[in-house]
């Protein structure tokens, strides 16, 4: 069984952000994120930590 990659992501400017998010969830990666970034995310129906 492969290991699950992880993406860590803290961001100032979130132009493009959830299409990046949305990019890393269709290639099984799972998404880590701080404060604003994490909200922004989860916002938008995203799975984040």
Do not use: P
């Not at 493009?16 to 099984?28: H, S, T």
């Amino acid at each position: 069984m492969a290991e699950q990659k992880s993406a860590i992501l803290s961001v100032y400017d979130k132009t493009g952000l959830l299409d990046l998010a949305k990019g890393l969830v269709e290639q099984n990666v799972r998404i880590v994120a701080s404060g604003g970034t994490a909200k922004m995310i989860r916002d938008a129906g995203i799975a984040v930590e």
